[in-house]
């Protein structure tokens, strides 16, 4: 059995967030950085720009223009988009694997799909820019990727005992490895010194105790993990559909229309970010 300071102290001897993605972290929430700071830091990654590069100019972004350098590309998309592609490359490829029993491809593709689909909550219903909730989105199941590092046989053990319905995933996790995802990740956001709104989506995005505020991050990763669930794009294969706390159940119902104009648009959205997901290369 471990603890959440376990898990995570172990698989940060494994793996962490790389410098550049932890100094750009730092970066965003500095008042006084600049566009000039932020390129420095990116260009001391020949590789990340190459790859930041190629995904400014996917169909995600539809810049007319190609844009061919970072200082360029920090103007298009601004610090805070620019922040969420250099954390999308530091995780990416913490997620390859495949596998019946627990997938972190599958996980990836949740996380990337909670991320679009709580970009445009924040966007259409809020009108909100929504760079914030998508860093939650992609980085709020890190700590299943922690587990699966550490634990991973009683991590399946505990997914083995959802799918026969011994509860939900997180009891399941508790009994087995004496913690869960939400908790073991919230210690790796107070690591990575991402912001509080980052920890509290990634510590409460299962807790229906919980009173959400909305327009609040950690209330929008709750509505976009739910329709993610609802919509197949399951992080263990066989978990149910969670439960929305009731204040955010009324909130989805007198908003219906738009959120089925969402669950319509969500497709053409997820093939447009195709290469901010993809984990072939």
């Given at each position: 059995m471990y603890d959440a300071q376990q898990i995570v102290r172990k698989f940060s001897d494994i793996k962490t967030l790389p410098h550049v993605a932890f100094r750009v972290n730092q970066l965003v929430k500095d008042d006084q950085a600049t566009m000039h700071d932020f390129e420095e830091v990116i260009k001391l990654d020949p590789v990340l720009v190459t790859r930041l590069l190629r995904l400014v100019n996917s169909p995600y972004f539809g810049l007319v223009q190609k844009v061919e350098s970072i200082s360029k590309a920090v103007v298009f998309c601004g610090l805070k988009q620019l922040r969420n592609l250099v954390t999308v490359e530091a995780l990416r490829g913490m997620f390859k694997g495949d596998g019946e029993r627990f997938s972190r491809e599958k996980l990836w593709l949740h996380s990337a799909t909670v991320a679009i689909l709580a970009e445009m909550i924040a966007k259409r219903i809020f009108g909100l820019d929504g760079e914030d909730v998508f860093l939650a989105g992609i980085i709020h199941d890190v700590g299943l990727v922690a587990e699966d590092q550490v634990a991973g046989e009683e991590l399946r053990l505990a997914a083995d005992a959802m799918r026969r319905g011994e509860g939900l995933l997180l009891e399941c996790e508790r009994r087995?490895?004496?913690?869960?995802?939400?908790?073991?990740?919230?210690?790796?956001?107070?690591?990575?010194?991402?912001?509080?709104?980052?920890f509290k989506a990634i510590r409460y995005h299962h807790d229906d105790r919980k009173t959400f505020t909305l327009p609040s991050v950690p209330a929008i990763i709750v509505l976009a993990d739910f329709m993610a669930?609802?919509?197949?794009?399951?992080?263990?294969?066989?978990?149910?559909?969670?439960?929305?706390?009731?204040?955010?159940?009324?909130?989805?119902?007198?908003?219906?229309?738009?959120?089925?104009?969402?669950?319509?648009?969500?497709?053409?959205?997820?093939?447009?970010?195709?290469?901010?997901?993809?984990?072939?290369?």
């Open positions: 087995y490895l004496g913690t869960d995802h939400c908790e073991t990740g919230a210690l790796l956001a107070k690591e990575w010194k991402l912001s509080d709104q980052v669930f609802k919509m197949q794009y399951n992080p263990v294969p066989g978990a149910p559909v969670p439960s929305l706390p009731p204040v955010l159940a009324r909130h989805v119902k007198s908003m219906m229309a738009n959120y089925k104009i969402i669950v319509r648009d969500l497709p053409a959205e997820m093939e447009k970010a195709r290469e901010l997901y993809r984990t072939d290369d």
